[in-house]
Nanobody, 119 residues
Framework: QVQLVESGGGLVQPGGSLRLSCAAS????????MGWYRQAPGKQRELVAA???????NYADSVKGRFTISRDNAKNTVYLQMNSLKPEDTAVYYC?????????????WGQGTQVTVSS
């Protein structure tokens, strides 16, 4: 059974920083793309950033220049460094991984971690 476990959310003032982590565990043969999505109240879930197995990255326009995604393939872990946070970044952040398990390729999601940006 594959699991994604997130950590690092919390309350931060505007202009502050947070670092999210997401570790994948279980029987994993390879991880393709890992990413972070977020969902604010009353809004659809949206892609924040994604990173491929060769470290190609993709960012939402709203976070470019402020957020940085990275991964440690040896630890099956993806990170999201969030700087210059704004109140509109407030949301539940979800980790996603597309990977090969014992049977096939599949998508997995973390449980979500709350990020609140407020003074």
């Amino acid at each position: 059974q594959v699991q994604l476990v997130e950590s690092g959310g919390g309350l931060v003032q505007p202009g502050g920083s947070l670092r999210l982590s997401c570790a994948a565990s279980g029987i994993i043969f390879s991880i393709y793309t890992m990413g972070w999505y977020r969902q604010a109240p009353g809004k659809q879930r949206e892609l924040v950033a994604a990173i491929t197995s060769t470290s190609n990255t993709n960012y939402a326009d709203s976070v470019k220049g402020r957020f940085t995604i990275s991964r440690d393939n040896a630890k099956n872990t993806v990170y999201l460094q969030m700087n210059s946070l704004k109140p509109e970044d407030t949301a539940v952040y979800y980790c996603n991984a597309r990977l090969r398990n014992m049977l096939n390729d599949d998508d997995y999601w973390g449980q979500g971690t709350q990020v609140t940006v407020s003074s």
